[in-house]
């Protein structure tokens, strides 16, 4: 090896060190921030479950500003600027979230959310079909999109919306409900119907949900005129939730049509005995008249 040869590979190694310190400086450096900005996160975390929302704000900007690529201060900082009613600002901070964190379905969902809140459906459209391309499997962006298409006045679409939701995620009962719910105010009551007979399926025993699919499926009934069939959901409904107004209002009445006054009138008396439960007014004079009526004449 020559001097001169000698000269340059020592210059090239020294260059390579400089180089390589330099990268382990860089490296600690972004260490050190990426730590910062956790610690900064995580006390606006705590902030946060304390109520001291101000606070936590501060936080998660520090959070942020330290790091740019933590996604999850973004997301932090939108939630709670939704607890403080700033919607443009936790737009904005969602926004980031995406930005930083492009592959997660989490935060066009909750943008969203967003903008349900403001009015500005086309643009939660936008962002509802962004978290579909993300990630297909959630049910959660089809049922949220389809609630939007009918803000939209797209009912076409909220159905196909609706069923995918309730594909997607067998055991979510809104998607089962809204679905019905839906098909029913279309007119369709045969498909209502077995949407809520598919919903009864998967409803837990003994829990409020069951009651409400059985007093939807008991009111599609009664619109198909299949009148036997809505007074056992009724009842069913009632047998889950007993102090429920709806089931019991709803028997009644099935109850009185079907030409059944003394079991009519034992129902508009047990929902009278309820005060109405909350019940409308115009449902308590109904239901006040009727037993006045069925007394006036006897009990006949």
Not at 53 to 61: C, L, P, R, S
Not at 87 to 111: C, G, I, S, V
Not at 277 to 287: E, K, L, S, T, W
Request: charged fraction near 20%; proline fraction near 4%.
């Amino acid at each position: 090896m020559t001097v001169t040869t000698h000269f340059k590979f020592n210059r090239t190694l020294q260059t390579s060190r400089a180089l390589f310190l330099g990268l382990l400086a860089w490296l600690g450096a972004c260490s050190r921030a990426n730590v910062e900005s956790l610690e900064a996160m995580n006390v606006g975390v705590a902030a946060a479950q304390q109520q001291q929302f101000e606070q936590a704000v501060e936080h998660f900007q520090k959070s942020a500003a330290l790091d740019p690529t933590n996604d999850q201060a973004y997301q932090n900082l939108g939630i709670v600027y939704l607890k403080l009613d700033k919607l443009d600002d936790a737009r904005m901070a969602f926004e980031k979230a995406m930005a930083a964190a492009p592959h997660n379905a989490t935060y066009p969902l909750r943008l969203a959310g967003v903008l349900s809140s403001k009015g500005d459906f086309a643009g939660a459209r936008g962002a509802l079909e962004q978290a579909i391309r993300i990630d297909e499997t959630r049910f959660r962006p089809h049922y949220d999109l389809a609630r939007v298409h009918e803000q939209l006045d797209d009912p076409q679409n909220a159905l196909r919306q609706y069923t995918a939701a309730a594909r997607k995620g067998p055991r979510f009962l809104s998607g089962y409900t809204s679905l019905a719910r839906l098909y029913e105010d279309l007119g369709y009551v045969d498909e209502a119907a077995q949407v809520l007979e598919a919903a009864l399926v998967v409803a837990l025993p003994g829990t409020e949900e069951r009651s409400t699919v059985h007093h939807m499926l008991g009111t599609v009934y009664e619109q198909s005129g299949k009148l036997d069939a809505a007074v056992t959901q009724f009842e069913q409904a009632i047998t889950v939730s007993p102090d429920r107004w709806e089931p019991l209002f709803s028997l009644a009445w099935v109850q009185a049509s079907l030409g059944d006054p003394e079991p009519a009138a034992a129902s508009f008396e047990k929902f009278l005995a309820l005060g109405g439960a909350g019940a409308p007014p115009h449902y308590v004079r109904a239901a006040r008249q009727w037993v006045s009526e069925h007394n006036s004449r006897g009990g006949k």
